[in-house]
């Protein structure tokens, strides 16, 4: 089966500029994440969607940061302005169910490099 | 909060050496406890222990879950350099999310 897929790989701006990610999931996942991670920590979720509605987004800067997932299927990620604190790998990350029972399968990842 | 504590952060071994990862956590009303390898790129996942699965064997790899003292353990046996990566262990409670450690990172020397 074909995995996550996620685009593009590796993005630089400039700070204040914006950014947008781009997330397939794995046929069928019902449920899709995004996560941050910045380099030496562990993944941090920032939205968890099941189908096209919001799960959890309690972590999400909502000052800056959104995210949408039209249809159930694709989703993207944007931050407007970015800022420098925002360089790190944003993976996206999909699943069967989203319950507990379901473990998360990631795509490879955009890294986001914030000058 | 749920709280995810791996060690060490770091690991050097050669090949062959047995090594042993530890994760505690702190979650409300635990469901599940997962183990992912994370090379470049995505983290892929390895093993999941719940209450009704608290040991989990894979080849040289293996996992055990402490429910009563709130830790896991990822064992691997006979080291290869393939094995170099970050360990992330994850943990998801009552909230579904799913809360990661910062990782171990392994290093196997030939």
């Known amino acids: 089966e074909a995995g996550v897929a996620q685009s593009p790989r590796y993005k630089i701006i400039e700070k204040r500029q914006s950014v947008a990610f781009w997330c397939n999931p794995i046929?069928?996942?019902?449920?899709l994440y995004w996560y941050q991670q910045i380099l030496g920590q562990g993944p941090k979720l920032l939205i968890q969607?099941?189908?096209?509605?919001?799960?959890?987004d309690s972590q999400l800067p909502k000052d800056r940061f959104s995210a949408e997932r039209l249809k159930g299927v694709d989703s993207t990620l944007k931050i407007q302005p970015a800022k420098l604190e925002d360089s790190a790998v944003y993976l996206c990350?999909?699943?069967?169910?989203?319950?507990?029972?379901?473990?998360?399968?990631f795509g490879n990842g955009t890294r986001l490099t914030v000058t | 909060e749920d709280k995810v504590v791996q060690s060490p952060l770091s690991l050097v071994v050669h090949e062959g050496d047995t090594v042993t990862l530890n994760c505690s956590y702190e979650v409300t009303n635990f469901r599940s406890l997962l183990w992912y390898k994370q090379e470049k790129k995505a983290p892929t996942f390895l093993f999941m222990l719940?209450?009704?699965?608290i040991e989990k064997k894979s080849g040289r790899l293996s996992s055990i879950l402490d429910k009563k003292e709130l830790f896991s353990i990822l064992n691997i046996t006979a080291t290869q350099t393939g094995d170099s990566a970050v360990y992330l262990c994850a943990v998801q409670g009552g909230s579904e999310k799913l809360v990661f450690g910062k990782g171990t990172k392994l290093t196997v020397n030939p």
């Open positions: 969607f099941q189908n096209n509605g919001v799960v959890d």
């Open positions: 719940t209450s009704s699965g």
């Open positions: 046929s069928g996942h019902a449920t």
């Open positions: 990350a999909s699943s069967l169910e989203g319950g507990w029972n379901s473990p998360l399968h």
